[in-house]
């Protein structure tokens, strides 16, 4: 048994503990490191002094199987040295299969061999992620995955894939700490965005028509708005509304919707089959197609096993991003854009009856200005009782950065019952939190705290009043764990500051 599993809308702990996961993405994408970076303990005793206990794990598929049907073991040792590592330092992990533009040949992914192109040649895009919606290398790389091309040995690009993914899980399955696989990274629907962008830049069109009473511009003029960051800053002003932003978010839907319910659900199911072989209760992380991170609604449905029998262990991972995202604007997301990001995800999740975890958000890099813009998808965070794993770990000063104070945050580790709500309302300065308590519950509710000290010193009120509390300090730091003993069950609330 695992020591994080799903039980409805929650993770649950080996003591039945309603856990909130909280991380953070580690991926190393370069191939001249053979995508190992060098972290070191020193790294992973940060991020348990930080309030994570979760690492999204990145692996590269061009790192597991460089050649059709070869392995590489000293790989996927390497892996299992992190794996271990997080243990010593008391955090989960997943494992996270990723790509950006599909391939190592433009990016980082596939193989070489697995990136078949029909001879189109890739061309870096001003914006790396462009190349998703205009380069046809790209695109056609994708093409032939969702079709199951053959690759040079005659066996199929996703039969190759899954069964990679079922070596990588044969070996790392056993390691105490591991908790399950996101499949794949954002996986992007190919060459059938040229409907989705189509439908997108129509819509946007003719709410610039609706708004200025001019004719809506043409697909070039509005190619050229995107392709500035100025002017699509400026342009995506328009976009002020959840009623304008989910306008223009759902004309991509149609294709996006076809995509998910007959390409990638059965993907996701075919690597899912393959990982049960090895490891039959591992999570099974399901992500969506690259344009629900904007908030465009997704259709991907449970997995089921062989005799259609709903998997039990499996979680919703999307990710969310404001359309400033991996711009020099990163800071300027718009607050209404990423509640309407969030408020879909979370209607997605409840479609699917599956705890969520996003599997990335902030991106916000080095930005000295994005402290605002990640505190309100904190909020999104605390009141939808989500897991997160923040874009990504930055080394060796992450803490430097203007994001942090929402990345660092107080947060209920594990509740023995079921959370109702939490908050840290930074106006009051207080932390706030509601559960449900189990009768009979025999280990403690624990909440992180980022500056323990001050918390310790603050007034905390705790019912029912003669309930048993303690403080555990983390070495070297401020941070610490607030210990609440069981009491005798039923709704409790504890208010600090």
Partial sequence: MKPITVEGSRFVDAQGRHVILHGVSMVCKDKSKGYIEDWNERDFEKLRQWGFNVIRLGVIWDGVE??????????????RNWVRLAYRFGLYVFLDMHQDLYSAAFSDGAPEWATLTDDHIYAPTALWSDAYLFDRAVQTAFDHFWRNSPASDGIGLQDHYAEAWRFLASRLCSEPNLIGYDLMNEPFIGSEVAHMVGGMFSAYGQLVSDRTGEPAPDEAGILEIWSDSEKKLQALGLLDSPEAYGEIMEATAPAQDAFEREVLTPFFRKVGLAIREADPDGILFLETNYFSNLGV??????????????????AFAPHG???????????????????????????????????????EWGAYGESEHAEEAALRVQRNFERLLCGDAYWCYLYPDMDRYSSFRAVCRSYPMAA???????????????????????????????????????????SLTLTPASSRYEWNLLRGTKAGILSIAPASGGRRKLTVG
Avoid at 327 to 348: C, P
């Fill in 416 to 458: 023995a019952g079921t959370i109702v709500s939490y908050e840290h309302n930074r106006v009051r300065d207080a932390f706030e939190l509601e559960w449900d308590e189990d009768a009979g519950a025999q280990a403690p509710t624990e909440v992180y705290f980022p500056d323990a000290e001050a918390a310790r010193s603050a």
């Fill in 297 to 314: 609604t997704s259709s991907i449905l449970p997995l089921t096993d062989q005799d259609g029998r709903r998997d039990p262990q499996q």
């Fill in 321 to 359: 991003y404001d359309l400033v995202t991996d711009s020099e604007y990163v800071h300027a997301a718009d607050g209404r854009r990423v509640d309407y990001i969030f408020a879909n995800h979370e209607r997605t999740r409840k479609r699917l009856d599956m705890p969520m975890l996003v599997g």
């Fill in 66 to 79: 460089p050649l059709p049907g070869e392995y590489d073991e000293e790989y996927v040792e390497k892996i």
